[in-house]
T-cell receptor, first 118, second 115 residues
């Protein structure tokens, strides 16, 4: 079946540096992908909607200059955490909607990426 | 704006028994979908069941079934014949039809199945 892959699964970075997380749809085209953040023992919070070929749509309260999202192809969206700080440490999960507009299309989740900022 | 409320932080159930997880939501939308997702310790999100709001019939998937009460905005999940592998965090989620793929999750309920 369809698979969404995230890379890396785990990443540790130093405070002040930037880190990139990739979300790939492996056997289908995903014009729209979604990025969520999950703190320990909490729910998933939607950060932004990533649209292929256009700017991402960010949820209220999410700093777009800090969390850069790029969706340059139909199979890849990237989330870059810029100038990372310890409070950015979290579990980041992406999901992808198979196909274009229309309800009923399956949503696939990536395996998630743990980010630790030291 | 929509809200999704799961009022049970944790539920414990013995193997082979039944457990019911509650979920309520608030929306002014007419066309929407509701989901239950399972998140085991691996953190992979797994779709358990999905309900279209326009359908009156409650969705079922093997040992999992829902009780969808649209007027009351309630969407509970029943796990029958609980198995050890059912131990996981369970999230109720809401999605507007016009925003397909954009999920709003409840706080989650940790289900622990004991031998």
């Amino acid at each position: 079946g369809a698979v969404v892959s995230q890379h890396p699964s785990w990443v540790i970075c130093k405070s002040g540096t930037s880190v990139k997380i990739e979300c790939r749809s492996l056997d289908f085209q995903a014009t729209t992908m979604f990025w969520y953040r999950q703190f320990p023992k909490q729910s998933l919070m939607l950060m932004a909607t990533s649209n292929e070929g256009s700017k991402a749509t960010y949820e209220q309260g999410v700093e777009k200059d800090k969390f850069l999202i790029n969706h340059a192809s139909l199979t890849l969206s990237t989330l870059t955490v810029t100038s990372a700080h310890p409070e950015d440490s979290s579990f980041y999960i992406c999901s992808a909607r198979e196909g274009r507009q229309g309800s009923g299309n399956t949503i696939y989740f990536g395996e998630g990426s743990w980010l630790t900022v030291v | 704006a929509q809200t999704v409320t799961q009022s049970q932080p944790e539920m414990s159930v013995q193997e082979a028994e039944t457990v019911t997880l509650s979920c309520t939501y608030d929306t002014s939308e007419s066309n929407y979908y509701l989901f239950w997702y399972k998140q085991p310790p691996s953190r992979q999100m797994i779709l358990v069941i999905r309900q279209e709001a326009y359908k009156q019939q409650n969705a079922t998937e093997n040992r999992f079934s829902v009780n969808f009460q649209k007027a009351a905005k309630s969407f509970s999940l029943k796990i029958s014949d609980s198995q050890l592998g059912d131990t996981a965090m369970y999230f109720c989620a809401f999605m507007k039809q016009v925003s397909w793929g954009k999920l709003q999750f409840g706080a989650g309920t940790q289900v622990v199945v004991t031998p």
